[in-house]
């Protein structure tokens, strides 16, 4: 059997036809006597916009006061996130976390455990113990502290960090939970400074 040709017939568009847009979908031409009506309708939609009333404007809002943190004359906390300030605050998270000895977190640490989980949260890997840990970074005397420096006491067998006003961040002992302790120049071994 051969093909079947389909017949038919598009219905013709009049000769005298009118061309609209709709706006987003295309050109249509419509028969003109239709043209008469469309062109009313545009008139009474334009003359019904017309006599509305024009919007309320809107309200003005007073700009809050920015807080200071955003104040061009005050210090910047964000443009100072130096690795010692990451892992010391870091290790201001742990505050009341449970001394465990050989734990490094994260949620017990030993004092060598605080310290190495602390500078591990700002990308850098420190030795496990405290002996270790002595011999990282530069020295730094103690008159020379800044918060998050690392501070070796009792020995060489205890570690922490500077957490400024003569305080030590450290994991102290079994039974205890990390906390604050005071500092003095007395108590420490070496003071070291991640560069």
């Keep these: ?3 079947v040709a389909a017949t038919g017939a598009m219905p013709a568009i009049p000769a005298m036809a009118t061309t609209i847009n709709v706006p987003g979908i295309g050109d249509f031409d419509i028969p003109q006597e239709l043209d008469q009506p ?3 309708m545009n ?3 334009q003359q019904a916009l017309a006599a509305m009333p024009a919007p309320a404007p809107a309200p003005q809002f007073a700009m809050p006061q920015l807080p200071a943190l955003f104040d061009p004359g ?29 734990a490094s977190g994260p949620y017990n640490f030993d ?3 605080l310290v190495q989980w602390a500078y591990k949260q700002a990308g850098i890997e420190l030795p ?12 730094v005397a103690f008159h020379d502290l800044q918060p998050g420096d690392i501070v070796v006491t009792n020995g060489g067998g205890h570690v922490g960090l500077y957490a400024g006003d003569g305080k030590l961040l450290n994991a102290v ?3 205890q939970p990390v906390s604050y302790t005071s500092l003095r ?4 071994v070496t003071a070291r400074r991640m560069v």
Excluded at 128 to 139: K, Y
Excluded at 185 to 188: R, S, T
Aim: some cysteine.
């Design 1 to 3: 059997m051969g093909a």
């Design 111 to 113: 004092c060598s455990g």
């Design 128 to 139: 496990r113990t405290s002996f270790e840990q002595s011999h990282v970074g530069a020295p």
């Design 43 to 45: 008139q009474q939609v």
């Design 173 to 175: 002992q079994s039974g």
């Design 185 to 188: 120049p007395d108590m420490v």
């Design 74 to 102: 005050a210090q910047d906390m964000f443009s100072h996130n130096t690795a010692s300030d990451v892992a010391l605050d870091a290790a201001k998270s742990k505050v009341g976390a449970m001394y465990s000895w050989g």
């Design 38 to 40: 469309i062109q009313q």
